[in-house]
């Protein structure tokens, strides 16, 4: 986790050092996609959210690939401006 914690770090400095107007959240390269998201994905990205909340300066929102349900509940737990 703290790999991709690292990378998902330089990855939003960047984007916000570029200008965007906000940030998506989202396990578009968890392969392979699964038909029904299990626990631990949905742990994962709560994990990263937060290591990196502090650190979001523009509207965020968050998806998780082929889940609704999943994406609603991840986006309530951290707060997110859109899921």
């Given at each position: 986790?703290?790999?991709?914690?690292?990378n998902?770090?330089?990855?939003?400095?960047?984007?916000?050092?570029?200008?965007?107007?906000?940030?998506?959240i989202?396990?578009?390269?968890?392969?392979?996609?699964?038909?029904?998201?299990?626990?631990?994905t949905?742990?994962?990205?709560?994990?990263?959210?937060?290591?990196?909340?502090?650190?979001?300066?523009?509207?965020?929102?968050?998806?998780?690939?082929?889940?609704?349900?999943?994406?609603?509940?991840?986006?309530?737990?951290?707060?997110?401006?859109?899921?």
């Amino acid at each position: 986790m703290g790999e991709v914690i690292e990378n998902a770090a330089r990855e939003l400095q960047a984007l916000q050092e570029g200008g965007v107007d906000g940030v998506l959240i989202a396990n578009e390269f968890s392969l392979p996609y699964e038909k029904k998201v299990s626990y631990v994905t949905v742990a994962a990205m709560g994990r990263v959210v937060g290591e990196l909340k502090k650190e979001i300066k523009v509207p965020f929102g968050v998806n998780i690939v082929s889940n609704p349900l999943a994406t609603i509940d991840l986006a309530a737990a951290v707060e997110a401006d859109m899921g």
